[in-house]
């Protein structure tokens, strides 16, 4: 167990809709990312967050959006559904510092 | 730009036998290296990292990787397979010396070990 929670595991949806996932970083860290894995583009990295504020961006589309609360949680939004957003949807936290991500288990979305 | 390559989407080794996966990357600075490990319908775990400190390091489950800037390569390597290894392989690399970490993945390795 890395300390890390994502909710929920798995979410199934149609087109067009929107969902929202949510991370729970370790407790202490500061820093949360997301990544997105599928059979076509392995894993990727989406967005940063540190501390409340987005520090990074990756391939993440503009379909997407995420935000950290004063908590350290994090949210995943993804909006107008597509069959190819189907995926492995994680999040990692890391502390201070430091290079070391801790993974999450994962949100598997399917998209129908 | 930061890239991997992992080199075979898939070995097969059998029970007992060497372990040897490969791993080269592209980074314009001092690189951070990773190995993380996905077990079926799970998340990933971190198996070791380098982080400049000792070019061979070692992670845990006998695993270990050497860091060959020359090759700029960070193979990983165990002495003796176990069943329990079979699983997905993933070498990662970041940027050192910034405030952003974020991993660049290779596309992973399958390991399968046959008894």
């Known amino acids: 167990d890395s300390g890390v929670t994502q909710t929920p595991k798995h979410l199934i949806t149609a087109t067009g809709q929107r969902v929202t996932l949510r991370c729970s970083p370790r407790?202490?860290?500061?820093?949360v990312y997301w990544y997105q894995q599928s059979l076509d583009q392995g894993l990727q990295f989406l967005i940063q967050?540190?501390?409340?504020?987005?520090?990074a961006k990756g391939n993440i589309l503009e379909r997407f959006s995420a935000q950290q609360f004063p908590d350290l949680h994090s949210e995943l939004n993804l909006s107008s559904l597509e069959l190819g957003d189907s995926a492995l949807y994680f999040c990692?936290?890391?502390?201070?510092?430091?290079?070391?991500?801790?993974f999450g288990p994962g949100t598997r979305l399917t998209v129908l | 730009a930061q890239s991997v390559t992992q080199l075979g989407s898939h070995v097969s080794v059998s029970e007992g036998a060497l372990v040897l996966l490969r791993c080269n990357y592209s980074s314009s600075v001092p690189p951070y290296l990773f190995w993380y490990v996905q077990y079926p319908n799970q998340g990933l775990q971190l198996l070791l990292k380098y982080t400049s400190a000792a070019t061979l390091v070692k992670g845990i489950n006998g695993f270990e990787a050497e860091f060959k800037k020359s090759e700029t390569s960070f193979h990983l390597t165990k002495p003796s397979a176990h069943m329990s290894d079979a699983a997905e392989y993933f070498c990662a690399v970041s940027e050192s010396g910034g405030s952003n970490y974020k991993l660049t993945f290779g596309k992973g390795t399958l390991l399968t070990v046959n008894p």
């Open positions: 407790s202490g860290d500061l820093s």
């Open positions: 990692a936290s890391s502390g201070q510092g430091t290079d070391t991500q801790y």
């Open positions: 967050y540190y501390n409340g504020e987005e520090r």
